[in-house]
């Protein structure tokens, strides 16, 4: 060139990439790269357009990460209280038959103390003196001398031990009414009442009812094959005897007093029977057959006949209040014995010897109150 100036381009003007033929995608990458690292260091979030955001505080950040913690923090220990998985315990004392025991989450320690028994009583049964707790029944009373109408003491704790008072049992027609503890009696046997030979109060069969007045003889009577015994009365004031025929023409005395007369006596022998009466005013017979009993002990009042009883070998307490002969004879299995025998009143023990397998009864000859029991 004329003015000396080179051809050549300046190096000032091709110093800029962008126009730098082939250079242009490649100024484009680095100036996205410049900025991303921009934004990044200026805490610009992924998604955010770095020239419209603003960079985050950093202390806001980690206050908010504490409050976090914190409340997750919280929560845990509330969960952990409400499950009782940590419990600061509330211990209650330990009772006769429950451990401590803490009164919020149910955890127990130690053992039972327990219980204190103090001994059973006639009236209280074994009782903790701690709780109040029993266990047992009490011991009741051990009665020594109480009677149907005598107080006793008790062996264990000397209490008194009213009267029992009797256990009466209804009178029959054949009995009257009878304690069934110590065999007293009180008032008169009902007796039968019957017009066709069947009692209507006992259902028992009455084999012959007889009545008359004065002398007579009453032939004819029969019976079954039960042992019977005959109630007899007299309203007449002179003598009345009454002899038994049987069969086989042996005889009995039955009754033989003065005056008047309510007993009954044995009927032996083999029937049929006559009677052969002997009276100075009317006169009543009935043949009724023995009953059974479990009643040991016997009391009344004349003439008497007891029921068929168990009986057992020992001592016997026999009395008498009569003035007149008094006997009394005991039949069993092995035939008859007469333990007693006497004129006027008794009060005395007789030894009886009875089979082990058989019943007993008693004939009582008396005019006056008697009782015969067991001695125990």
């Given at each position: 060139?004329?003015?000396?100036?080179?051809?050549?381009?300046?190096?000032?003007?091709?110093?800029?990439?962008?126009?730098?033929?082939?250079?242009?995608?490649?100024?484009?990458?680095?100036?996205?790269?410049?900025?991303?690292?921009?934004?990044?260091?200026?805490?610009?979030?992924?998604?955010?357009?770095?020239?419209?955001?603003?960079?985050?505080?950093?202390?806001?950040?980690?206050?908010?990460?504490?409050?976090?913690?914190?409340?997750?923090?919280?929560?845990?220990?509330?969960?952990?209280?409400?499950?009782?998985?940590?419990?600061?315990?509330?211990?209650?004392?330990?009772?006769?038959?429950?451990?401590?025991?803490?009164?919020?989450?149910?955890?127990?320690?130690?053992?039972?103390?327990?219980?204190?028994w103090s001994a059973a009583?006639?009236?209280?049964?074994?009782?903790?003196?701690?709780?109040?707790?029993?266990?047992?029944?009490?011991?009741?009373?051990?009665?020594?001398?109480?009677?149907?109408?005598?107080?006793?003491?008790?062996?264990?704790?000397?209490?008194?031990?009213?009267?029992?008072?009797?256990?009466?049992?209804?009178?029959?027609?054949?009995?009257p009414k009878t304690c069934?503890?110590?065999?007293?009696?009180?008032?008169?046997?009902?007796?039968?009442?019957?017009?066709?030979?069947?009692?209507?109060?006992?259902?028992?069969?009455?084999?012959?009812?007889?009545?008359?007045?004065?002398?007579?003889?009453?032939?004819?009577?029969?019976?079954?094959?039960?042992?019977?015994?005959?109630?007899?009365?007299?309203?007449?004031?002179?003598?009345?005897?009454?002899?038994?025929?049987?069969?086989?023409?042996?005889?009995?005395?039955?009754?033989?007093?003065?005056?008047?007369?309510?007993?009954?006596?044995?009927?032996?022998?083999?029937?049929?029977?006559?009677?052969?009466?002997?009276?100075?005013?009317?006169?009543?017979?009935?043949?009724?057959?023995?009953?059974?009993?479990?009643?040991?002990?016997?009391?009344?009042?004349?003439?008497?006949?007891?029921?068929?009883?168990?009986?057992?070998?020992?001592?016997?307490h026999f009395t008498h209040?009569?003035?007149?002969?008094?006997?009394?004879?005991?039949?069993?299995?092995?035939?008859?014995?007469?333990?007693?025998?006497?004129?006027?009143?008794?009060?005395?023990?007789?030894?009886?010897?009875?089979?082990?397998?058989?019943?007993?009864?008693?004939?009582?000859?008396?005019?006056?109150?008697?009782?015969?029991?067991?001695?125990?």
């Amino acid at each position: 060139m004329a003015d000396g100036s080179s051809d050549s381009p300046s190096t000032e003007c091709l110093s800029d990439p962008k126009d730098t033929p082939g250079n242009e995608g490649r100024s484009s990458e680095h100036e996205n790269d410049a900025v991303a690292q921009d934004a990044e260091s200026a805490g610009v979030a992924d998604g955010d357009d770095p020239k419209t955001s603003k960079p985050k505080d950093p202390k806001k950040s980690k206050k908010r990460t504490a409050i976090i913690c914190a409340l997750a923090a919280v929560i845990i220990v509330v969960f952990l209280f409400s499950t009782h998985i940590i419990c600061f315990h509330d211990w209650q004392d330990a009772t006769c038959t429950e451990p401590e025991t803490c009164s919020i989450c149910g955890r127990t320690q130690g053992e039972p103390l327990g219980h204190a028994w103090s001994a059973a009583t006639c009236t209280k049964p074994r009782t903790c003196k701690v709780c109040g707790a029993t266990e047992g029944v009490a011991l009741g009373h051990d009665p020594i001398g109480v009677t149907c109408t005598e107080d006793g003491t008790c062996s264990r704790c000397g209490a008194t031990i009213k009267a029992t008072g009797h256990r009466w049992t209804d009178a029959t027609c054949t009995e009257p009414k009878t304690c069934l503890t110590c065999g007293a009696t009180e008032g008169e046997p009902l007796g039968h009442t019957t017009s066709n030979g069947i009692c209507e109060r006992c259902g028992k069969e009455i084999y012959s009812t007889q009545s008359g007045s004065g002398d007579q003889v009453v032939s004819g009577i029969s019976t079954g094959s039960d042992i019977y015994r005959v109630h007899f009365t007299n309203e007449g004031s002179s003598n009345f005897a009454v002899w038994a025929y049987d069969s086989t023409g042996s005889r009995d005395l039955l009754v033989n007093t003065i005056g008047g007369y309510d007993g009954r006596t044995l009927l032996l022998g083999t029937e049929p029977y006559s009677f052969e009466i002997t009276s100075s005013g009317n006169w009543t017979y009935t043949i009724e057959p023995l009953g059974t009993t479990q009643q040991t002990s016997f009391s009344g009042s004349g003439d008497y006949v007891t029921d068929i009883f168990p009986a057992t070998s020992g001592s016997w307490h026999f009395t008498h209040d009569g003035s007149s002969n008094f006997s009394v004879w005991v039949y069993t299995t092995d035939g008859r014995d007469l333990p007693v025998n006497t004129i006027g009143s008794y009060d005395g023990t007789k030894m009886l010897s009875i089979p082990s397998d058989s019943n007993a009864f008693f004939v009582i000859t008396a005019d006056g109150n008697w009782s015969i029991e067991p001695v125990s």
